[in-house]
């Protein structure tokens, strides 16, 4: 959980908090009980020995040391223009130790992605950081892209920097004057030609291109082999637990010969069934979704409309041209394209991104990119 919290001529953020305590309290508590068992009864073991105190009171110490950082741990930023000064700070709840930097130090708010990997878990983060002389300072790591270039724009229009943006396929730097130029004014601006590409040969997107606008048939992206391992990962925990679990709670309940066994039997089975398949459905429905997912894109000089059917509903996207700043070739971040991985086009602004493009080759990647920026990118 994070704040930022503005009052004129200073700016601060506070992260922790929120869902990272109840991520915590299961260290937490058992920890504290575990740490003071000592003194209020022995802790024995499966023999019936009692545990040995120097075993227990550390174990129990760690897990609550693990669990109070979670819950009570808290750390941010005050960026004070008054005083010219950054002040990074962490603590549990009130800051314990504190960092200052004065503001000068830094050039540029950048926005970065990043890789996260712990024991069970691997996650992507944006990065929003203070870099100029020495170390960066790091204000938040949203996992919302969009969230995390909001936040950018904040800190540099309040502290007047640029803002470099590396999440694209290449870095993108905006002057803190012009952090919210559209696409159309910047070409103009700079006098940046983006002429109507030709599309490539047998690309599988079916077009009508013409000079007021373009109409886009995507193809949906398919069962590709991204999909073979979470699908078997999948198959193979509902396996388990039908065979281990559901099984033999049916097969217990069909042996019953009381009255009513056979009516608590087909009570019984459906639900028993779904639970068992549960894990098949919750790890490969996104990637189903993803992969059967159809987009219809127009483009024209006032916006982009996106018709994305798929496998039951179907939604309309929209975004006026007037307000798109930036279009290129990027990592897939958004919902149904995430799941799959890979890239796409993405066509942002500050409300948000539109993704198209899921599962073509580069070169049509490319060619939808620069479509895109002729079109939006018109007067």
Not at 11 to 33: A, E, H, K, M, T
Not at 146 to 163: D, H, I, S, T, Y
Not at 353 to 371: C, H
Request: charged share 25%.
């Amino acid at each position: 959980m994070s704040d930022a919290i503005g009052t004129g001529r200073r700016l601060s953020y506070r992260n922790g908090g929120g869902c990272l305590i109840l991520f915590g309290l299961p260290f937490l508590v058992p920890g504290l009980l575990v740490a003071t068992s000592p003194l209020w009864g022995e802790m024995t073991t499966e023999s019936g020995e009692a545990a040995p105190v120097f075993f227990v009171v550390p174990f129990g110490l760690l897990f609550t040391a693990v669990g109070a950082g979670f819950v009570f741990g808290r750390s941010g930023a005050i960026l004070d223009k008054d005083e010219g000064t950054a002040t990074s700070w962490w603590g549990l709840l009130v800051p314990f130790r504190r960092t200052v930097r004065p503001l000068a130090d830094f050039r540029e708010v950048a926005v970065v992605r990043e890789i996260r990997r712990s024991k069970n878990s691997t996650y992507t983060v944006f990065v929003v950081r203070l870099a100029g002389a020495g170390k960066p300072l790091d204000l938040r790591e949203p996992r919302d892209p969009v969230a995390a270039r909001r936040l950018a724009e904040e800190a540099a229009g309040f502290l007047g920097l640029p803002v470099r943006d590396t999440t694209g396929e290449r870095p993108l730097v905006r002057e803190a004057a012009r952090l919210d130029e559209p696409l159309r004014e910047r070409l103009r601006r700079t006098g940046e030609r983006a002429p109507r590409p030709a599309p490539p040969l047998e690309t599988p997107v079916g077009h009508e291109i013409a000079n007021d606008g373009a109409t886009l048939e995507m193809p949906a992206p398919g069962l590709r082999a991204a999909l073979v391992l979470p699908l078997l990962i999948g198959a193979a925990i509902s396996a388990v637990v039908l065979f281990a679990f559901v099984h033999p709670v049916l097969a217990h309940v069909a042996a019953d010969e009381r009255e009513g066994a056979g009516v608590a039997l087909a009570l019984f089975s459906g639900p028993c069934v779904a639970v068992g398949l549960a894990p098949l459905a919750l790890v490969g429905l996104p990637f189903l979704r993803a992969a059967r997912t159809r987009d219809r894109v127009g483009l024209s000089r006032t916006g982009v409309r996106v018709e994305r059917r798929g496998l039951l509903l179907s939604k309309a996207i929209e975004m006026e041209a007037s307000e798109v700043e930036e279009v290129g070739i990027a990592k897939a971040e958004g919902r149904p394209w995430k799941p799959l991985g890979g890239e796409v086009v993405a066509i942002r602004c500050d409300d948000g991104t539109v993704e198209i493009g899921a599962g073509l080759p580069k070169r049509d990647l490319e060619w939808l990119r620069d479509l895109a920026r002729h079109y939006l990118g018109q007067p």
